[in-house]
């Protein structure tokens, strides 16, 4: 997780918190954060290092539609990060 920039660690929160989003779904959900349109030329890049790392998995929901879910490596991530927040956020 250390290796990834922030825009990808807000990528793998979404994906984690979906069940099995598309990538337009992903889109939709990461604008509302960010307030601002994501171009397909900086999500898809992104989503592509996070499978290409193993935190994500990718599948197709048909010919047209992939479909992105957390692997357990990116459940693990995600616990580390937050073990490690922990360390100096008072939640």
Known sequence: MDDLTGFQRDLLYVIAGADQPSGQDIKEEIETYYSSDINHGRLYPNLDTLVNKELVEKGELDRRTNYYAISDE?????EDRRDWESQYVDT
Do not use: K, T
């Open 74 to 78: 990116g459940h693990e991530a995600i």
